[in-house]
């Protein structure tokens, strides 16, 4: 009886699934960026010879509006957003701007598995953290410059796998011979601050006579993250230079990078058939996000856009049904062996999203940090019948 009972349960899923206009509405917490097939197949066929031209261009750009406005909200749910950030990137530093730092893709395929009933993984998993640095004169001294800053509290020690601080280097006269530069934290001895004083954190020596330097921070950025020590002031001084040579202003003011690692596992996912002309079949159209066309270029730096695509066609065929998970060899099992139960329920597959990828996003979150996180099930990678 108990086996009966959860096979019956699962039947009323999947029909539940399968019934035009609900996908949207039961499924929208999990689902990639997709919108209910139905709204795509329950139009009339495009007729090209017609002689007003392309009498269902205005519905299908319209659903193409509404699957972009799909995708838009999964994207604000997943990085738990209830709007785009304010920010403003015109001041980012220049590796930023350039991609050399950010755009970490393609990351591993491991990530890309198909997990679309488990709850934490609907958000997004920070990968990245980009912490920008803002500049201070005080208790510097001579021939050195100091920059504020605060840690994220959103991130773990145990996940912090490199941190590094990254320097603009200005020409010196003193590049014949390699330049040590010494970074130390900026504290004081006593609880009033009126006597500070400096922490040694990082000696390095660089061959660079103009161009970025970075300088290895990890073990003490997982410590200011382990005891939940948010605000920070580094002294970064250059011993050998003849003058002070770090850059302090936009584009080229210092910032520090921290990559956080993603433990994801999973199956990799098959490739299933694209639409193309000629096919009815159950297949996998293309569908583009492009984030400036929807004015989300001001706070994503990365990607411009992507490939979200969406499922549409026929169930007709004993192929594309084949192409769905177990659920129909269980279901019409089912209904075999219940024969008076078979002529009254009838099952009408329906063409959806079967497995999915994630997508890596890299945002502005404040004007003080960027972010770059991984979001599942947001490329539809198969389609299939169910």
């Known amino acids: 009886m108990a086996v009966r009972f959860y096979v019956i349960l699962y039947l009323l899923v999947v029909l539940l699934w399968c019934t035009p206009g609900l996908l949207g509405r039961r499924h929208a917490r999990y689902s990639p960026a997709i919108l209910d097939n139905s709204l795509h197949e329950d139009l009339p066929e495009e007729d090209d010879d017609d002689a007003g031209g392309c009498p269902n261009c205005h519905e299908s750009d319209e659903l193409t509006a509404l699957r972009i406005e799909f995708v838009k909200n999964q994207i604000l749910q997943k990085l738990r957003l209830k709007e785009p950030p304010n920010v403003s990137r015109s001041s980012l530093p220049r590796p930023i701007l350039e991609g050399i730092i950010g755009s970490r893709m393609p990351f591993d395929e491991s990530e890309n598995s198909l997990n679309r009933h488990v709850r934490e993984d609907y958000y997004g998993k920070i990968t990245q953290k980009i912490i920008f640095l803002d500049e201070e004169h005080r208790f510097c001294g001579r021939d050195a410059q100091c920059f504020s800053f605060q840690i994220p509290s959103d991130l773990h020690v145990d996940e912090v796998e490199q941190a590094h601080l990254w320097l603009y280097k200005h020409s010196d006269p003193m590049d014949a011979h390699n330049q040590t530069f010494v970074v130390s934290e900026m ?17 390095h020596e660089t061959s660079v006579g103009e161009g970025w330097v970075r300088v290895g921070l990890r ?9 939940q020590s948010w605000r ?8 050998t230079c003849a003058s002070g040579s770090v850059a302090a202003t936009a584009p080229r003011q210092p910032f520090i990078v921290v990559d956080v690692s993603s ?12 639409c193309s002309a000629g096919v009815t079949d159950c297949c996998r159209e293309r569908l583009y996000v492009d984030f400036k066309d929807i004015e989300w270029d001001g706070w994503i730096i990365y990607p411009r856009g992507y490939h979200a695509y969406f499922c549409r066609g026929s169930c007709a065929s004993v192929a594309t049904i084949a192409q769905g998970s177990h659920h129909n060899y269980v ?7 219940n024969q008076q139960q078979s002529r009254t329920l009838k099952m009408t597959p329906c063409c959806t999203a079967t497995e999915f990828s994630s997508l890596q996003l890299f945002y502005l979150d404040s004007n003080d940090t960027a972010t770059q996180k991984v979001l599942p099930n947001m ?3 198969g389609c ?3």
Request: glycine share 6%; charged share 30%.
């Open 379 to 381: 490329i539809v990678e």
């Open 219 to 227: 073990w003490v950025t997982r410590r200011w993250v382990e005891y």
């Open 232 to 239: 920070h002031v580094l002294h970064v001084a250059c011993k």
């Open 384 to 386: 299939g019948c169910m």
């Open 187 to 203: 504290a004081h001895w006593d609880p009033a601050r009126k006597f500070p004083k400096r922490s040694p954190l990082a000696i």
């Open 263 to 274: 433990h994801g596992g999973g199956r990799r996912v098959r490739r299933n058939i694209n």
């Open 331 to 337: 279901i019409r099992k089912f209904m075999m062996r």
